[in-house]
Structure formats: C-alpha cells, structure tokens
C-alpha cells in the first residue's frame, strides 16, 4: 500500500512537472515526452535510441555516401524517434556558413551521433582539420561508426571528454593555432563558459566564427547576451524551427573582432 502511494504521488508529481513546462514551452514538454517514451523503449529493447538510429542508417543509407547518411538520419527522425540532430532545415543554414568559412581548423561542441560532423565533414576542403568534442562514450561509439559508414572517418577526428578539460589541451596536444570555426552544440548552460574558455585559451582570431544551435529550444539566454553585448562578436541571429518539429529556433553567428 506504501509503494503504491509512493508511485502515484511520484506520477502526480511527474505530470504536474510536466504540466508546467508544457505551460511554459510546449518544444521543450514534447521532447520530455518524446524522450522519456524513448528511454522505456529502451528497457525493452536490445539497442537504444541512438544504436536503433545508426542500425537504420547501415541498413538503409549508401556507405561511403555522406549526403545519404544525413538524408537517411533526418527520414528516421522525423517519422519514427525524435532526436537532437541539427536536423535539415538549419542544417542547410550550417552547410552555408560552412561553405562561406571554408575553415582549415575547426571544432564541434557535442557529436551525439555524429549527424552534424557528418554535415560538416562532407563540406571540408582535403586538408581540414576538424575535432568534435563529445563526453558520452556510447554516443561517441555510435558517432565513429557513422563517420566510418559515411567515409569521413580520416576527415573527423572524435575526442572523446568534456568540452572544458579538452579546449585547454588544443594548441598543445592537438597543435591547434587558432579556430576557424566552432559549432556549439552541447548543454546549453555551457555554451558561455566554454565561448570564455575558447577566448581565455586564445583560440580564437580575428574572423573566427562561432555558430551556436538551439539558442532559441531550449535556449541558451546567458551566451547570447554575451556574445552580443560584450563589444567582441559581430552576431547574426539566423530564425529556423527546432529540428524534426514545427516549433521556432534559431542558431546565432558570432564573428569574433580579434
Ligand atoms: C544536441 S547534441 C549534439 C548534436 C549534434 N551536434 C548533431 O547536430 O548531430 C549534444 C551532445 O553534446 C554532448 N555534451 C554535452 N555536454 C558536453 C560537454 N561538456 N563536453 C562534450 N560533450 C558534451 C552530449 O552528450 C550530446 O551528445
């Protein structure tokens, strides 16, 4: 009788939780939704979330062909199981500030499956460098198969660990000069201290670009502040829709003056 007190007090507890964010933004309440459905999916299944989406991609996409990867990822999320891909539609305004930065060096902030450095990665010059930075070990397996079935395993390099203990070890472990580039696209309550960390490591130059996702779902209120009011970026605010639904996001440019 105490437990079954104890689980109905705890589902009340849960759905006026939810109640609230759906009150407060109804994105952020249908990812809830959709994740906590995908993690009892889970129990059940041999593979999670992120091994059923590379399962679909080695069944369904062409190896060696990046653009069938994405397409093939971007099918599987928006018809079966939401997940934290860029996603297409601001991935083609990533696949344009690429291609008009056409970076030597550069750097993402968080892989998940490796969906954006993939995107990314089949825009590169040969001689590129890029690092993508991911802390969850099985999504940084998930991603080194992707980027492997993609072909670009040679043009990406995965470093495995936190953004904060990595960006430090750049220039002499990784003999990075400065950044071309840098896709922040990890928690979003780090998205200023690690745009700090970058600045303090000087790893930035005059030019360099940073392009942040998801600044609008689930937002990132205390980096865009920063980066648009501390006189050292030139932003552009570029208006989207949050991946695989139909709600407003956006991702932020900001040009670093040197
Ligand atoms: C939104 S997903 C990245 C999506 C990916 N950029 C894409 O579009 O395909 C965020 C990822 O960042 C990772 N992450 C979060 N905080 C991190 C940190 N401090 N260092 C490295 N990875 C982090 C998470 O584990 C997660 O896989």
Redesign the pocket.
Same mark, same amino acid.
């Given at each position: 009788m105490v437990e079954f007190c104890s689980v109905l007090c705890g589902l009340g507890a849960f759905l006026i939780i939810l109640f609230y964010f759906y009150k407060k933004n109804r994105a952020i309440a249908k990812i809830y939704i959709s994740e906590i459905c995908n993690r009892i999916k889970d129990l059940f299944m041999a593979l999670s979330k992120e091994e059923r989406i590379l399962e679909f991609v080695l069944k369904n996409a062409v190896r060696g062909d990046p653009d069938s990867v994405v397409d093939t990822i971007d099918r599987y999320c928006s018809s079966k199981e939401w997940a934290?891909?860029?996603g297409n539609e601001k991935g083609l305004i990533l696949d344009k500030i690429v291609k008009e930065t056409n970076p030597s060096v550069l750097v993402?902030?968080?892989?998940?499956?490796?969906?954006?450095?993939v995107r990314i990665g089949r825009l590169l010059k040969p001689d590129a460098r890029f690092f993508t930075?991911?802390?969850?070990p099985k &999504?940084a397996d998930v991603a080194r198969q992707m980027l492997e079935f993609a072909g670009l395993k040679d043009k990406v390099q995965i470093l495995e660990?936190?953004?904060?203990d990595i960006i430090p070890q750049l220039k002499k472990k990784y003999e990075v000069d400065t950044l071309d580039f840098v &896709?922040v696209?990890?928690?979003k309550d780090?998205y200023k201290p690690d745009t700090l960390l970058l600045e303090n490591c000087n790893l930035l130059r005059k030019g360099s670009v940073i392009l942040a996702?998801?600044v609008i779902v689930p937002g990132a209120p205390d980096f865009l502040k920063y980066v648009r009011t501390c006189g050292k970026y030139d932003c552009t605010n570029y208006l989207s829709h949050l991946e695989y639904m139909n709600e407003d996001d956006a991702l932020e440019k900001a040009v670093f003056r040197g």
């Open positions: 934290m891909n860029v993402e902030l968080g892989t998940y499956c490796g969906y954006s450095a930075l991911e802390v969850n &999504f660990g936190a953004t904060y &896709f696209d990890h928690w780090q996702d998801n």
